[in-house]
Antibody, heavy 117, light 107 residues
Framework: EVQLVESGGGLVQPGRSLKLSCAAS????????MAWVRQAPKKGLEWVAT????????YYRDSVKGRFTISRDNAKSTLYLQMDSLRSEDTATYYC??????????WGQGVMVTVSS | DIQMTQSPASLSASLGETVSIECLASEDIYSNLAWYQQKPGKSPQLLIYYASSLQDGVPSRFSGSESGTQYSLEINSLQPEDEGDYFC?????????FGGGTKLELK
């Protein structure tokens, strides 16, 4: 059974940093691209970043470029999102998702990130 | 960026009815369109990929179709468990973009 379990969320002040983790199991992690998708309270879904199966390619939405870094450790079957210079508009539930070429086929339960002073 | 215009924003229907949700892409996305269902407090679940392929385990009352840059999700014979939010998403180009969502309520 595919499982994706996020951790590392919480309350953080504007301008500070936070690192999210996503532990994967039930599939060969190194075979799949992975992504982060977020959802602000009572809002829609917003893609944040994608990393290729081997970590060689990364893609970001413009609003997080230069502030967020997606990475992975295939030996540990873990995906990461380093979030620096956080802003109030980054407040959201962050989902880790497995990405095949056509869709996000499995999602984690999500982790809440609140950016507030 | 590719804009995904989803309609309607909300929908109310009765048990057993058939409903349709639309997504219009701002440019050709060559069938690279997925549909997701999200229930309150839960993570999204994939229903349809490549516009019309049913994800494993998804009931056959869900179906997807396309006409040019217009994509549709049809739900036949509505069931109570179909209540929730529905989103379309294009996977043709980065940045990946989602439609604004449709809230489906049962009368």
């Amino acid at each position: 059974e595919v499982q994706l379990v996020e951790s590392g969320g919480g309350l953080v002040q504007p301008g500070r940093s936070l690192k999210l983790s996503c532990a994967a199991s039930g599939f060969t992690f190194s075979d799949y691209n992975m992504a982060w998708v977020r959802q602000a309270p009572k809002k829609g879904l917003e893609w944040v970043a994608t990393i290729s199966y081997d970590g060689s390619s990364t893609y970001y939405r413009d609003s997080v470029k230069g502030r967020f870094t997606i990475s992975r450790d295939n030996a540990k079957s873990t995906l990461y999102l380093q979030m620096d210079s956080l802003r109030s508009e980054d407040t959201a539930t962050y989902y880790c998702a497995r990405s095949d070429y056509s869709a996000f086929d499995y999602w984690g339960q999500g982790v809440m990130v609140t950016v507030s002073s | 960026d590719i804009q995904m215009t989803q309609s309607p924003a909300s929908l109310s229907a009765s048990l057993g009815e058939t409903v349709s949700i639309e997504c219009l892409a701002s440019e050709d996305i060559y069938s690279n369109l997925a549909w997701y269902q999200q229930k309150p407090g839960k993570s999204p679940q994939l229903l349809i990929y490549y516009a019309s392929s049913l994800q494993d385990g998804v009931p056959s009352r869900f179906s997807g179709s396309e006409s040019g840059t217009q994509y549709s999700l049809e739900i036949n014979s509505l069931q109570p468990e179909d209540e929730g939010d529905y989103f379309c998403q294009q996977s043709y180009k980065f940045p990946r973009t989602f439609g604004g969502g449709t809230k489906l309520e049962l009368k």
